[in-house]
């Protein structure tokens, strides 16, 4: 659902026809969908179209159609997301019930046919380009349509893709971090100890860090960074507590108060019976930052065997914690991260698994709320041009509230979500 400035009427008909999961659904083959009339995958390239044709499909495009450009991974390594991505699509297009879209879709796993795919894109006329997914995939598409004035939002979160044609539509890790950082400085956290990985995404993260430490002077962070390949993950959780000094702190003062032998000194070695180092860590939170969700269980299971207790010491992440798997984890109680709107999603992954009947991608959603959008402005608007996506208010869709900036970016503002016994708990 969409909302706009003074366009109440049009806001109305959109949530009707998106508010999908207030309504029984029946079982759907994809098919015998209206989407699929409305597809076209670009599996044979045409390389001389009759000129008949092409200017018969010129006029049906102006007389009627709006056509979108899907860039997805179908074959390959990636082919699951895009498939995710392609169905969820599909369903968001029949949810509309609008016949006026139509998909062009470009298989980005056949990377040898990418140029010739455009180029047919370009012969039919597309007016708006989704995808790709991956960044190395964007940029070969800028350099492809860089002369073009089309509008391309592609699946990606990595703002260095963006540009005043390129619009990077996940959430990206700039506005998590503003989100984590800024919750946490309000409730009174300002010594971090930050996780992350030894590569270019480690360094942004500690960049972006830095320059909210720069506006906020009380605050600091620590960073500690891991190798890509075959991580130790007990060496780094050494290294987060310190675990080798404050050990040896412990040894000293135990020796020390042995040699005393007085009255205090054995009630003091009484209560450091039971501990494995000495003195306070000099962080009073943990953000691991990490690129999978396997190696972010193996740090929280390991950390805590290091004197990084969950009690003391606040755990917090990124969007890559909001699996219901780490409800499982004891010690992650009370943690919080930030996300899009894990509530609206999970509404629409149970409507997309009764069709599917599979999980859709985490990515599946993004694509959702792009077809219920780009529907939305083409009843309104027909053509969808830069300068009406730049929309001051911005649009609110089933992942929260976004807005596309002329730079490229499309700001986001993340959800804080903590941790709880059986559910995540919404704190904004």
Known sequence: MFYFKDKFIIFLAFCLSLLFYSCETTQLDPKATLTYNQTQLLETIVEDEDPITKENNLIEKKDKFFRIGLLLPLSGEFYQIGKSLLDSSQLALERTG???????????GKEDQLFKNLAYLMSN?????LGPVFSNTVLRVKEYLDNQSIPIITFSNNSEVSDRNVYVFGLTIEDELNSIYEYSVDRGINKFAVIIPENKYGNKVKDEI?????VNNNSSSQFIFYPTENPDYYK???????YDERKLQLDNRVRLLKELQSESSLKEL?????KDTLGELDFEAIIIIARSFSELTNFISILPYYDVDPKNVKFIGNSIWGKELILKEPSMKNSYFSSLDLNARKKFEEEYKKIYTNNPHSLAALAYDLVGLINSLNIEHKRITKEILHSNLGYVGINGWFRFDESGKVERKPIIFHV?????????
Do not use: C, P, W
């Open 98 to 108: 609008n016949q006026n879209l139509k998909f062009y879709i470009v298989d980005t």
């Open 125 to 129: 006329d597309v007016d708006l380009i």
């Open 210 to 214: 830095e320059k909210f430490h720069n």
């Open 236 to 242: 780094i959780a050494r290294e987060v507590s310190n």
């Open 270 to 274: 009484k209560l450091l019976k039971n």
């Open 420 to 428: 709880g016994s059986e559910k995540f708990i919404n704190k904004n």
